[in-house]
């Protein structure tokens, strides 16, 4: 049982700005970075953004991040029709002896 | 460019043990964090365990019990066993590299392709 929570999907429109959320507590999220990872349909997970808020080589600058205290988002503005993946944040949780953990999980659909 | 690829067999009996090897190809082995994840059939992600190339471990506390994860250096490759397996494991499993940047495990950057493997009788 995932301890990040995400609302199951999300949905926009071309062009528009879609907003995933991740909650979490102080063991993982609020002392830990937080990463994203994106799914598309039928393919192993893809690094999408790390350590809080740098993005690999190759990923758009239309994808942004935001973290408070115990919670962090995901945006996607200028959505795309490749952008229909489900998108998971993740943390390490210092919790149990230290483990990682995965978001709920997110799909996001472009309508 | 790193690669990873699991393999092993694809149906395992209930109460059997898993076993999946992963081959990590185009880069060292040593320096980073060698993960197991796996994703029920339509269902979220799930981290298994890691092992260091230092040898060392840590698991899933909800899978701890049942799992192993062993690394052979000499021949590039890490390795899963889940023991007593239900139909609960039945799941995509992944093998995946983690960089150690700054954190345990850090960003999870090279994935295998995944695996099924579905626990039936």
């Known amino acids: 049982q995932s301890v990040l929570t995400q609302p199951p999907s999300a949905s926009g429109t071309p062009g528009q700005r879609v907003t995933i959320s991740c909650s979490g507590s102080?063991?993982?999220?609020?002392?830990?970075?937080v990463y994203w990872y994106q799914q598309l349909p039928g393919t192993a997970p893809k690094l999408l953004i790390y350590?809080?808020?740098q993005r690999p080589s190759g990923v758009p600058d239309r994808f942004s991040v935001s973290k408070s205290a115990t919670s962090a988002s995901l945006a996607i503005s200028g959505l795309r029709s490749e952008d229909e993946a489900d998108y998971y944040c993740a943390a390490w949780d210092d919790s149990l002896s230290g483990h990682y953990v995965f978001g709920t999980g997110t799909k996001v659909t472009v309508l | 460019q790193v690669q990873l690829q699991e393999s092993g067999p694809g149906l395992v009996k209930p109460s059997e043990t898993l076993s999946l090897t992963c081959s990590v190809s185009?880069?060292?082995?040593?320096?980073?964090?060698w993960n197991w994840i796996r994703q029920p059939p339509g269902k979220g992600l799930e981290w298994i365990g890691y092992?260091?190339?230092?040898?060392?471990?840590n698991y899933n506390p909800s899978l701890k019990s049942r799992v192993t994860i062993l690394l052979d250096t000499s021949k590039s490759q890490f390795s899963l066993k889940l023991n007593s397996v239900t139909a609960a494991d039945t799941a995509i499993y992944f093998c995946?590299?983690?960089?150690?940047?700054?954190?345990?495990?850090?960003?999870?950057?090279?994935w295998g392709q995944g695996t099924l493997v579905t626990v039936s009788s």
């Open positions: 092992i260091y190339y230092s040898g060392s471990t």
């Open positions: 995946a590299r983690g960089s150690g940047n700054y954190a345990p495990i850090g960003e999870i950057d090279y």
């Open positions: 102080s063991s993982n999220i609020g002392s830990n970075y």
């Open positions: 185009g880069g060292s082995i040593s320096s980073y964090y």
């Open positions: 350590r809080n808020n």
